[in-house]
């Protein structure tokens, strides 16, 4: 045989044994591990709440089972809370609502107006992004207005529903203040 045949065959044998004739090509491999790292969640709450005696109406009294509304009144209350917060650098939004406001009532009421402070700056509405750290002071200025919409048009004992301060009184004590870290 010629020295190049020889050559060919040597070279195609070599080739079929790299390629898987006799079994499979390797590759050096290896692992590592990552350490681990103590993560603790740390906490947003509203905290130490402290709400006027009483809702006002219109700036004046309003007494639970007496008072009366009318279509334009305005119930206020003034509540405070301290911020309670483990973590740094957080913004959050407030906001007020009314769970009970369902039926006739919702479309009668409105929270709109009602307005949060931080730490004595400017007055703010809900929704609204503001930075938070702990201890500071929010003050709510709670407003809740019996508008035109969905009022009354006649005086017939359906209608009367508005007027009931007891009824009005429990839609009230279901106010809530609440904040959410804003992301």
Known sequence: MKNATKGALAAAAAGSLLLGGAGSLAYWTDTGNVSGANIDAGHLKLASPSCDAAWKLNGGTFTDGTTKIKPGDELTRHC????????????????VSVPALTGSLKDALSTSGSTFTIGGGNPNTPGTPVAVANGDTVAVDLKVKFTDNGAPTSSTTGDNAFNSATALGAVLGSTTVSVTQDH
Do not use: C, E, Q, R
């Not at 309670?84 to 407030?94: E, I, M, N, R, Y």
């Open 80 to 95: 405070t809370y301290s911020i309670d917060l483990v973590g740094s650098g957080l913004t959050a939004k407030f906001d």
